[in-house]
Structures are given as C-alpha cells and as structure tokens.
C-alpha cells in the first residue's frame, strides 16, 4: 500500500492510501497498529511529509562507491548520527538556504527512508523486516563547511538546519517493497542526473542497521532511519555543485515515486 499524510481544507491531517490511478481515499484507524481503506475519497488540500517522525537516525559513508569517492574507508561499523525532528520538511515545499549562519556548501543526498511500525529494543537482523512500516524517499541535505569543518567534529550542525531533510512523496509500505536492496536511487538537479545507483551497494543493509540501532537502544513507533547516499554527491564533484537559489531537486526511488523540492535563499 502506498500511504500519503495530508492537510484537508479544514487544517486538520490525515492518512490516505494513493491508488495507482492518483485517487486517494481516506485510511481509518492507527498506521503503527490497526488501520483500513475507508472507502471514502479523501479531500486533499495539502501534500504533507508521510510521516511526522519522533526521530531521525543517519548513517553516513554507507554507500562503498560514496566512501571510495571521498577517500574514506570503508567503515567496520554503521557511521550514526541525527537529524533535528523540526529540519522535516513536505514534498514540494522549498529547502530554505539559512541566513543566521554562512550556508555556502549545501549539497544534496538522495536516501532510501526506513520507517519503523513498533518499538525495537535488541532486535536481530533475522526479525529486523517485521518492525518496519516501510519506505520513502530522503533528501538528506547536507552543508558540508558545518559538517566537517565548523561542527566540532560531529556532523549534525551541517545536517539538521530547518527543511534540510525533505521526505515523500508517500510510504510504501513493506507488503509491496519486499526486498528494499533492489531499488534504483537518484538525484536530478535542475533537470541533470547527478546520482543514479542502486540500493544493493549499501554496506549495512537494512537488518543489520536495525540490529545495530536497537541494540540496547529502545527505537520508537515513529523512527525513521536514512540508510546513505550513493557517489555523486556535489561536495566530490570537481569543481563541486553545491545548492544555490532557484535549483530544483528530485529524489526518485523505485516503486516509492519523486521528491521534488525548490531551492530558495532565506529572506
């Protein structure tokens, strides 16, 4: 099933399932539990990111060919680190460029989104699949001169500015996606393909992340883990390609859809 979270006219937000024909009729009940096809077509007002996470773990350097591009080596354990739950931002709604600190070097990174239905706590790979809800895609934007040089050492300043991680368009969930190693992945900026790989490449895939993560760890109903970007991040470019105002940015995953997002310089 593919699952949307949107606005309707009166403000108030909902889920909805997407038909392969575009329709969208309204989901009753609990998408971390119990939840039906109502029937009943839905008044969409308003694409919303199709979760509202209770955190946003990262795995950076998960891609081999992204760590070969950046002379890094390849990791002997997954790289973590967060996201700000308020840098979430909705399919087609800009990625704002902060003023309050230089933002120079914002690159982007296209990422496949895990989302979990359950609370983990010590979960094994062999169960790992059984506690997701299901997938969507991530646009993990990244400044980088915050990430590496001005960020102590940690990478979540260049990461977690407000719009800097754009989900949708919807959830796919993992009744239709089986196998989430097998998908095509891609960044399009400006009308260019810039990344274009495919999920097999990660180096953790996804049970060994969340046995990784959960290991005496308790993971919520609600999380969402960004599992790596491919190579042809802008940052390795040369000369690099870094987001400036007016760019346009799509993400596009097999099976899940586009997540396209303008670019603009905050007022």
Not at 157 to 177: N, S
Not at 178 to 203: A, Y
Not at 204 to 210: G, M, S
Request: hydrophobic fraction near 35%.
């Amino acid at each position: 099933m593919k699952i949307i979270r949107y606005e309707d006219s009166s403000g108030a937000i909902h889920y909805g399932r997407q038909h392969d024909d575009g329709a969208v009729t309204k989901l009753n009940g609990d998408i971390f539990g119990e939840y039906s096809d109502a029937g009943e077509a839905a008044n969409v007002a308003k694409l919303l990111a199709p979760i509202a996470p209770v955190d946003i773990l990262c795995i950076g350097l998960n891609y081999r060919k992204h760590a070969e591009e950046g002379g890094q080596p390849i990791p002997d354990y997954p790289v973590l680190f967060m996201k700000n739950v308020g840098s979430l931002q909705n399919p087609g709604d800009p990625i704002i460029l902060p003023k309050a600190l230089p933002c120079n070097t914002v690159d982007y990174e296209c990422e496949l989104a895990v989302v979990l239905s359950k609370e983990c706590y010590n979960v094994s790979q062999e169960d790992a699949l059984d506690y997701v809800l299901g997938y969507t895609c991530a646009h993990d934007v990244s400044e980088r001169e915050w990430q590496i040089n001005r960020g102590g050492s940690q990478w979540c300043r260049g990461k977690t500015f407000a719009t800097f991680c754009p989900l949708g368009p919807c959830l796919v969930t993992t009744d239709e996606i089986t196998d989430p190693h097998t998908l095509r992945i891609k960044t399009t900026l400006n009308g260019e393909v810039m990344q274009d790989w495919s999920t097999d490449d990660m180096i953790f895939n996804v049970p060994k992340l969340i046995e990784f993560l959960s290991a005496g760890t308790r993971l919520l109903p609600g999380t969402v883990i960004l599992t790596g970007t491919p190579q042809g991040v802008g940052g390795a470019r040369k000369p690099p390609v870094f987001l400036k105002d007016g760019d346009e940015v799509t993400i596009s995953i097999d099976r899940i859809g586009d997540l396209f997002n303008p670019v603009v310089a905050e007022a």
